[in-house]
């Protein structure tokens, strides 16, 4: 018995599944399953991070509801996935208020953040909030710069130290023997499994969302999302990179590197998440873990605003609208970093693990 | 949907879908006509996951060659000859092409499982198991724009003079219908869900039978084809069998009930006695002959014993085996005769010669002054805690059938072709399989047929 009810259904399909095994070739769950007799918290919290939901092993059981032996893989892993965030969260306390009310809490803390640099500029000059500003610096008459680096680099390193700490509990479990350290190959391995989405594609023959057929796009939205991210991080990093080295600062012409980055990033963070948003809207309730939707739909809504109202900025940046707009971008990606370490984001962290968990598995057994 | 098809396919398995599907891409109109709600759809095929085919040269998921001869060798040992070399012999060269058009259809393959490496050479598996297949297959018949009926039960098939002239439909909604068609596949499988049928050979015996596939294999089709002048083919006693766990449902359990471990231990029945040697032959060979072994012994009840220095030798088992710190307390819970299962297991440890134990091959570890005895594998019994499985015999289809030709057309009783009519799958099984069995020969059959009855049904509907 393990300490959870979704555990003990996982711990009954895993037992389930590790009798049949005709799923093995659709990801890498069931091979990793397959190296186990018995599943302890870790091995099911690594398998339910391992899994990415494309919905095939459902499609294909011949024991899925309504057979009386009631395998939902891809449910039960949904959970148990949603409540290994929840387990490995540091600190801990934060962890399930976001789960429940996670499209409230970023909302909320996005536009308090946005309110709070707009009123910091309006007090000390309300004709610069609303005025016109152009060239170098510009965005800096709204909120000096240094303000604002110390306000996004403390939100930034807390996050990262959040996430660090989860990420140590959540390797400490799932790794024997405990406290083993990753080795390169492994690593490489676990970036070109993510990298591609290797196993969101059902074993080759495709995912499945909202019914029994193949034909599901999350893949290419997902690709979106998380490579716009990337270009946006790439951006800020080289955008960082010219303010201290170069001594240039923002607003950077259309055609310089950080504007180029940002702005391929921002149409990839505004298409991958209302895909994603939409394909969860569509999605088969027979395979969706319905309690984690507020974490879902938050982590997906402050991707989309921060590339909303990134790209707004970069349109209308020379115009009036530029200081509630940067205020409101601002806003946006603060709460996106601080919410980081208890929201979806995490999956990306824990799934990475997983795959660099399993690539060490299969070298150790090959 | 139109009132009259060219082709009419009875059933929703492997071979109904190939036979669909190939009478589709031969230009015909088709209906299947599936008797189960959609979710049970298939029959069978939603618990397989292999099909054997010959093939010339290693693939990319077969490890080396299969030729025909070695296919049509192997068949001869399972079947010990009860077999129709003509009808044989062509199906084994027609399943080499079907392993590239199953492909066409939308199958996708991928190597053998873990725990079948014995299969890795002869077998090739579907990737995600016997639904995805069967998904497969149903997604290209709906896309070639093949019709299909869930929930639809056959009641009564019109034949005149051994030609199909329509079926009789209950619908769930809409009530009873004809539908009629110039050409009918019958690929409805087996009656191995049919317990009173199973009884008219079994006796009462047959209450205590597990069927290992849906309840809607009840062989209504087949009954209802005998009835009108079809030939019959093969032993209505005849079926696969294999020894499943007792604790199963009765229907539907599929694969993951069955047990591996008989040769790590031996098998008693109700009055602790064993009953066969359970170290004959390398375990897949002899897979499907315990099933029947189980079903002669009084209750048709027995149980695997084996002792906890095996129990990672074989598949991890969907229920846990039962436990006892002595021989004593294991037959207690298993509520056998203790001091006859002791005696059973002293006599069988003392009979034990030293050998090299090697599961993989037929080693040297044998008994010796016992009978029946125990002729690979034998090891003693002695590691604590005591373990066990109880098995009764679980049914996956039945071989009585309806004779046809190479061109899948049905025979009847007094020895002409029928017109219009074909079969393909369990249904005729038993023109190849008069006994035994090989693994993922019932893919074969069903395939092979279901495409050649498609075609030549396709073919008669168009002239």
């Known amino acids: ?60 059981c011949q024991f899925s509801p309504p057979h009386e032996f009631n395998v939902n893989v891809p449910k039960t892993l949904a959970i148990a996935r949603a409540e290994s965030y929840a387990a490995y969260a540091w600190p801990g306390a934060l962890s399930g208020a976001f789960a429940r009310n996670g499209l409230v809490i970023s909302i909320v803390a996005a536009l308090s953040m946005a309110a709070f640099i707009l009123g910091f500029a309006a007090l000390n000059d309300r004709s610069v909030l609303f005025g016109v500003h152009t060239g170098p610096g510009a965005f800096y008459k709204l909120m000096p710069h240094n303000a604002m680096a110390a306000l996004f680099s403390a939100a930034f390193l807390y996050a990262v130290l959040a996430l660090v700490m989860s990420v140590r509990a959540f390797w400490r479990d799932i790794g024997t023997p405990i406290g083993g350290r990753p080795d390169g190959g492994s690593i490489f391995q676990a970036i070109r499994d993510a990298g591609e989405l290797r ?38 990093s080289v955008a960082t990179l010219y303010h201290y080295l170069l001594a240039r600062e923002a607003p950077y012409p259309w055609w310089d590197l950080p504007v180029v980055l940002g702005t391929l990033g921002g149409i990839g963070l505004i298409i991958g998440p209302v ?52 205020a409101l971008h601002l806003g946006a990606v603060f709460a996106l970093f601080i919410t980081m370490p208890y929201g979806k984001f995490v999956h990306g962290i824990y799934r990475f693990a997983a795959l660099v968990r399993y690539a060490q598995e299969r070298r150790t057994a090959a | 949907m139109s009132s009259k098809y060219d082709v009419l396919v009875i059933g929703g398995g492997n071979a109904a879908l190939c036979a669909a599907i190939s009478a589709r891409r031969g230009g015909a109109s088709v209906l299947v006509l599936e008797g189960a709600p959609k979710f049970y759809r298939g029959g069978n095929t939603r618990h397989t996951r292999n099909m054997r085919c010959a093939h010339d040269a290693a693939t990319e998921i077969l490890t080396g060659p299969y030729t025909e001869e070695e296919f049509w060798e192997d068949l001869l040992r399972v079947t010990g000859g009860q077999t129709d070399e003509v009808l044989a012999r062509h199906m084994i060269r027609e399943s080499k092409d079907i392993l590239n058009w199953i492909v066409e259809q939308g199958v996708r393959w991928q190597p053998s499982l873990g725990g079948t490496l014995s299969l890795g050479r002869t077998n090739s598996f579907f990737l995600g198991g016997g639904r995805a297949m069967l998904n497969a297959l149903y997604l290209t018949a709906e896309r070639l724009g093949v019709d299909v009926e869930y929930d639809a039960e056959v009641t009564d098939l019109v034949i005149e003079d051994g030609m199909f002239l329509a079926a009789r439909l209950k619908r769930p909604i809409r009530g009873e219908t004809e539908i009629r068609a110039t050409s009918l596949v019958a690929a409805a499988g087996g009656f191995e869900a049919n317990i009173e049928w199973l009884k008219q050979y079994w006796g009462e015996a047959a209450d205590n039978f597990l069927i290992r596939g849906t309840p809607y294999n009840r062989g209504s089709i087949l009954k209802m084809l005998l009835d009108k002048g079809v030939q019959e083919v093969g032993d209505p006693t005849q079926c696969h069998a294999v020894a499943i766990d007792a604790r199963a449902p009765k229907f539907d359990g599929g ?37 029947r072994l189980v079903a002669a012994q009084p209750d048709q009840i027995a149980y695997i014993i084996f002792d906890s220095s095996v129990v990672t030798s074989f598949m991890p088992t969907l229920f846990p085996p039962i436990a006892g710190q002595t021989i004593a307390e294991l037959a207690g819970k298993l509520e056998l005769d203790p001091a006859a299962l002791e005696k059973t297991i ?10 090299t134990f090697d599961h993989t091959i037929l ?49 009847m009783a007094d020895g002409r072709p029928s017109a219009n009519m074909f079969a393909a799958g369990e249904i005729m099984a038993g023109n190849v399989l008069g006994k035994g069995y090989a693994a993922g020969m019932g893919m074969t059959i069903g395939s092979v047929f279901g495409r050649i009855a498609g075609r030549e049904a396709a073919k008669h509907a168009r002239n």
């Open chain 2, 363 to 411: 080693d040297d570890c044998v008994t010796e002054g016992i009978s029946p005895p125990k002729t690979h594998w034998a090891r003693k019994i002695e590691a604590a805690p005591y373990l066990a499985y109880p098995v009764r015999p679980g049914i996956t289809f039945t071989y009585l059938g309806t004779r046809v030709n190479k061109e899948a057309r049905m025979q």
């Open chain 1, 199 to 236: 196993y969101l594609h059902g074993g080759g023959v495709g995912c499945y969302n909202e019914d029994d057929k193949p034909t599901d796009r999350r893949k290419f939205y997902h690709h979106l999302t998380f490579y716009g991210f990337l270009l946006c991080f790439a951006a800020t």
């Open chain 1, 1 to 60: 018995m393990h300490g959870t009810r979704i555990l003990d259904e996982a711990d009954r399909l895993m037992t389930v599944c590790n009798s049949c095994r005709y799923c093995e070739g659709l990801c890498a769950v069931f091979p990793a399953m397959e190296m186990r007799r018995s599943f302890s918290d870790g091995d099911l919290n690594y398998l339910a991070n391992l899994c990415h939901s494309c919905g095939a092993c459902y499609v294909d």
């Open chain 1, 275 to 326: 895909g994603l948003f939409l394909a969860k809207m569509k999605r088969d309730p027979a395979l969706l873990d319905e309690f984690s939707y507020g974490m879902d739909v938050g982590f997906i809504a402050m991707l989309f605003l921060t590339g909303l109202t990134g790209m707004a900025l970069l349109v209308l940046r020379e115009t009036a609208a530029m200081g509630p707009l940067l």
């Open chain 2, 255 to 291: 694969i993951i009930t069955r047990h591996d471990s008989v040769v790590f231990g031996i098998v008693v029945n109700k009055q602790a006695q064993r009953f066969y040697d359970e170290g004959e032959d390398i375990w897949p060979k002899r897979y499907a002959i315990w099933g």
């Open chain 2, 346 to 355: 002293t006599e069988f440890n003392a009979a034990v010669r030293p050998g």
